[in-house]
């Protein structure tokens, strides 16, 4: 048994925060119910970079967060289709929805009204900046949160100025966050037999995902300058360039750095170490890193991170993704598995399901992903329509 098994969620999202939610939610055995307007379905069903598999409504950038769930279209401007959209809803322990500003309010389908036919279910509202404040109406994505909250300032040097951090992170982040105040609130109603509305946004979990580094501009009242690579007070946490490639080293703590030192067989470096407070660490910054520079570069990075691993010092070459996926860790755990798609026109074998394991009833991958409407007769039947 999964922890989810028996509750159904109905699945209003698009693009990637909102359908990542349900999607974790349904690798721990919710009936998740994607429904989509027949002719305006999810965006990401036709942007991959596979032209077949556009044309089938099955890129790769929509399998990888859609995979077991079920498909219903309808048209909530229809009767019909509205009609039996509130009959399902009774059945419905969970609605999520992620349309801008008060799309939802204005297609007849607030929370008060919902709450009235179903006093029990949890409706999240996940939105760019809340249902709140001078912004609750504006549209966003991943990266204008990313210009907005400060990350991309955070992320750039004085060279570059800000930079975009590559994978939606915000997006995959606000989605992590949903699913916990989803599944809290399933809790909380198992206590009270109360249902309740989730008001979530991408710029509260921007701000969540910097906790401390906000914490630390809160105290200041400065936006912490960023530093790219190289920590500014502490040498030994930072990137080195090996013989071969580069390798990031976390000598955070005195006693890492002196083992990072050790492993490097800088003896004499090691006792002037011991012996320094904070700030003479700062200001002997310079040559230790020098001294580090200058040992790092002898050898490949694949024999630093053996070596000083096995010195109790973090440290990892950097890799390329394809490399992470294809490491001996990442096999050896579940975060990937059978995508149970088609391989011949260009889906992956294996997708990210979730980043834990249970001893029993771990996330689990059981359907792949959904063509539009696929599973209209069977919702329908299951509520008595045909």
Same mark, same amino acid.
């Given at each position: 048994m999964r922890a989810f098994d028996g509750i159904r969620v109905l699945d209003l999202t698009h693009v990637f925060a909102g359908p990542f939610c349900t999607y974790q939610m349904a690798v721990m055995g919710a009936e998740v119910i994607k429904i989509e307007p027949p002719n305006s379905p999810d965006m990401m069903r036709d942007e991959g970079y =596979? @032209?077949?598999? %556009?044309?089938?409504?099955?890129? %790769? +950038?929509?399998?990888?967060?859609?995979?077991?769930?079920?498909?219903?279209? +309808? $048209?909530?401007? *229809?009767? !019909? $289709?509205? !009609?039996?959209?509130?009959?399902?809803?009774r059945t419905a322990d969970v609605l999520v929805q992620n349309y801008s500003g008060r799309s939802m309010e204005k297609l007849g389908f607030s929370y008060g009204k919902i709450k009235k036919i179903n006093p029990n &279910?949890?409706?999240?509202?996940?939105?760019?900046?809340?249902?709140?404040?001078?912004?609750?109406e504006h549209p966003a994505y991943d990266s204008i949160i990313q210009a907005y909250s400060g990350l991309m300032e955070l992320n750039g040097v004085k060279a570059t100025g800000p930079i975009r951090v590559g994978p939606a992170i915000v997006d995959y982040g606000t989605g992590i966050h949903a699913a916990f105040a989803i599944s809290s609130a399933l809790y909380r109603r198992q206590i009270t037999g109360e249902g309740l509305e989730i008001d979530l946004s991408m710029l509260d979990a921007a701000i969540m995902l910097m906790t401390s580094t906000v914490a630390d501009s809160l105290s200041s009242g400065i936006s912490s300058p960023s530093y790219g690579n190289n920590?500014? $007070?502490h040498p030994g946490y930072g990137a080195f360039n090996a013989s071969d490639r580069m390798i990031v080293i976390? *000598?955070?703590t005195k006693k890492q750095l002196c083992n990072l +030192?050790?492993? /490097? %067989?800088?003896?004499? @470096?090691?006792?002037?170490? =011991?012996?320094?407070?904070?700030? @003479?660490?700062?200001?002997?910054?310079?040559?230790?890193? %020098?001294?580090?520079?200058?040992? &790092?570069?002898?050898k490949t990075a694949d024999f630093w991170e053996k070596k000083l691993n096995a010195c109790h010092v973090p440290a990892a070459k950097v890799r390329n993704l394809i490399e992470a996926l294809n490491s001996d860790q990442v096999k050896s755990r579940r975060v990937l598995q059978n995508?149970? /798609?088609?391989? $011949?026109?260009g889906h992956p074998r294996l997708l990210p399901t979730a980043a834990f394991s249970y001893s029993k009833g771990s996330p689990k991958l059981t359907k792949s992903a959904p063509k539009i409407g696929e599973d209209n007769y069977k919702v329908r039947k299951s509520l008595g329509d045909s």
């Open positions: =596979s @032209e077949t598999l %556009n044309n089938l409504g099955l890129s %790769n +950038l929509f399998v990888c967060q859609n995979s077991e769930k079920k498909s219903l279209s +309808l $048209d909530l401007k *229809a009767k !019909d $289709d509205r !009609d039996f959209f509130l009959k399902l809803v &279910i949890i409706y999240c509202s996940m939105t760019g900046f809340g249902r709140t404040g001078p912004k609750a920590h500014p $007070d976390g *000598a955070f +030192l050790l492993g /490097l %067989n800088l003896k004499k @470096e090691v006792k002037l170490v =011991s012996s320094l407070t904070k700030k @003479e660490m700062k200001a002997s910054y310079s040559e230790l890193r %020098n001294s580090i520079e200058n040992v &790092i570069k002898t995508s149970l /798609l088609e391989k $011949d026109c």
